[in-house]
């Protein structure tokens, strides 16, 4: 799952911030009637939000941040009464780079423990994307290109105006219904089903989706897209029109992926099928539950293929414990070693093999640039905010684990692990523990050199080769 943090730290941002325990209430339900005036650059939005306070104490205001450019006109409770609001453009405190709308809502009546409601937010305005900030985040509302997402806050996130709190909101799931109206001639799409679609007067059309499962984002994008499908497989490619041949490359990639990892890893549970949207070049290739973005390379470039293995991949990973989410271990280290395996599959062993050498090389020049990089033990990412090295060391991690068990023992790990852990968390040491308890060995020594030690830093940055380290346990 390439997270906003993620891409962030990727992007170059300074992430002092750590998420804490979320403080706050968390949003079960959002409805959101959405209208692109994409002629205009604008659009046009009425949110109602359903939130469930599940905090031990009475709130008498909720604090929600936007997008900067974009405001509310009027904010009302369930039944359409009028509720004061104060609104201001502020910087994060923990990140002062960063300009949002602060808007802060007083409850006429506390908000109970266990209690919920529902808070109506009518907003309107423009987005012009974080570029000097976040390059990836070049979201726009336009006749050529439009994306409403949570990376540039395009709906309301339940957030005090600081950093931590603001990736703390990711960590809530909840379910969503969207009508969006657009001009007659594009396309809605968007990771959810499709639900309707129905004209609105001469020039306008509808789209209508709703969430699939309970996720953490919504993804919606306008474009004169065209439409790919797999009905057997369920999947669906919204693709640009002068990306026709890399749609069909991209369609067959995934059948491809969704294959070959429920043929060794087991069908992810409460699979809904599979949506790919194609975004623009240096937007940010992003997965949610069982949907992701898609950056035009892999349309374009076939060497690029690779990255629809990897966000695929995605299907088949756990989640972390809060402590140890920040690594990125359970996402991008799976992810990125399940896309090597995908690329073992369909190009061969030397591919598989430059894959994973490159992944070292990777690391190696990171650990060479920074001794932070260096001596960092895998399980201390997330306090260094150095989780993008789970792409390579974490990679690499798994890489030595399946060499030491063997594929088919690591094969029924994962299969295990999904099976175990698919209503709860895991963390590192349930992870060792199941290693062991599958492989029918001890793997201390592994788990201390590659995990909690960085011993495996120095195999790496010498170049010892893998026949090399495999001997070690």
Request: net charge neutral; with cysteine.
């Amino acid at each position: 799952m390439r997270t906003l943090l993620a891409l962030l730290v990727t992007a170059g941002l300074s992430l002092t911030a750590r998420a804490t325990e979320r403080d706050l209430p968390e949003v079960t339900h959002y409805g959101l009637k959405v209208h692109f005036l994409l002629a205009e650059n604008r659009i046009q939005v009425e949110a109602a939000l359903t939130i469930h306070n599940d905090t031990q104490s009475s709130l008498h205001e909720l604090p929600f941040l936007l997008y900067r450019l974009l405001a509310p006109q009027r904010i009302t409770d369930a039944w359409g009464r009028p509720m004061h609001f104060e609104q201001n453009i502020v910087q994060l405190s923990d990140e002062p780079s960063l300009q949002v709308r602060a808007v802060v809502v007083a409850l006429s009546t506390p908000f109970l423990p266990n209690d919920t409601t529902t808070v109506k937010i009518s907003y309107e305005g423009f987005i012009f994307g974080y570029p000097e900030v976040m390059a990836y985040v070049s979201d726009r509302i336009d006749e050529t290109y439009s994306l409403f997402r949570p990376d540039a806050i395009a709906y309301p996130m339940l957030s005090h105006p600081t950093f931590s709190s603001y990736l703390a909101a990711y960590d809530t799931k909840f379910r969503y219904e969207i009508i969006a109206t657009i001009p007659k001639g594009y396309m809605a799409a968007c990771g959810g089903e499709l639900v309707k679609v129905s004209p609105v007067g001469l020039d306008t059309t509808a789209f209508v989706f709703r969430s699939k499962v309970p996720t953490w984002r919504i993804d919606l994008a306008v474009a004169k897209f065209i439409a790919l499908s797999d009905s057997i497989n369920k999947l669906l490619v919204y693709y640009l029109p002068d990306d026709s041949v890399g749609a069909k490359s991209v369609l067959e990639a995934s059948r491809k992926a969704i294959n070959f990892y429920s043929g060794m890893f087991g069908r992810p549970g409460r699979f809904q099928g599979y949506t790919v949207i194609e975004i623009p070049d240096g937007w940010g290739s992003q997965a949610s539950d069982f949907y992701f973005l898609q950056t035009g390379a892999a349309f374009k470039d076939s060497s690029r293929i690779g990255e629809v293995y990897h966000e695929i991949g995605h299907s088949w990973n756990v989640v972390p414990s809060p402590a140890i989410r920040r690594c990125r271990y359970f996402d991008e280290a799976f992810a990125s070693f399940f896309e090597a395996l995908a690329i073992r599959a369909f190009e061969g062993e030397q591919r598989f093999k430059e894959r994973m050498e490159k992944s070292r090389e990777v690391f190696v020049k990171w650990a060479n640039d920074d001794r932070q990089v260096f001596d960092t033990p895998i399980a201390e990412y997330g306090k260094k905010e150095l989780g993008r090295h789970s792409y390579t060391k974490g990679s690499w991690s798994l890489y030595v684990l399946a060499q030491i068990v063997s594929d088919k023992a690591f094969a029924q790990i994962i299969r295990s692990m999904l099976a175990e852990f698919a209503d709860t968390t895991i963390d590192f040491i349930g992870f060792q523990k199941l290693c062991e308890r599958v492989s029918k060995r001890s793997l201390r020594k592994y788990f201390d050199e590659w995990i909690y030690g960085t011993e495996s830093s120095k195999l790496l940055v010498n170049g010892t080769p893998i026949t090399e380290i495999v001997k070690r346990y």
